[in-house]
């Protein structure tokens, strides 16, 4: 599967962003999808995720409420609304596939991912 992330750009606190993933290659239906970031200076961490069907999402407790996973497997993309965004939003954002896993939280760590795109650079300025 390859992954290609886009969508992201410079913005005011409390403005939003949508960043979209395309991706090619084997049946993207079959991947659970997931979003991260990296902000200067830390690790990568995890920002939110989504089952194959789009039925069950997953965020992390300082997006809740403000970002929303969704996908449209016909178009092979993944997307995250990114709403009433804050200066520590600011980050490299990375969308990435995961084979099925029997447990949700396992979605939360990178090493659980299998393939991952080339990152879109978000800025929230103050």
């Known amino acids: 599967v390859q992954l290609q992330a886009s969508g992201g750009g410079l913005v005011q606190a409390g403005g939003f962003l949508r960043l979209s993933c395309a991706a090619s290659g084997r049946a993207f239906g079959y991947y659970v999808m997931g979003w991260f970031r990296r902000a200067p200076g830390k690790e990568r961490e995890f920002v939110a995720a989504i089952s194959r069907s789009g039925g069950r999402t997953y965020y992390e407790d300082s997006v809740k409420g403000r970002f929303t996973i969704s996908r449209e497997n016909a178009k092979n993309t993944v997307y995250l609304q990114m709403n009433s965004l804050k200066p520590e939003d600011t980050a490299v954002y990375y969308c990435?596939?995961?084979?099925?896993?029997?447990?949700?939280?396992?979605?939360?760590?990178?090493?659980?991912?299998?393939?991952w795109g080339q990152g879109t650079q978000v800025t929230v300025s103050s």
């Open positions: 990435a596939a995961a084979q099925p896993q029997p447990r949700s939280d396992s979605y939360y760590y990178t090493g659980n991912y299998d393939y």
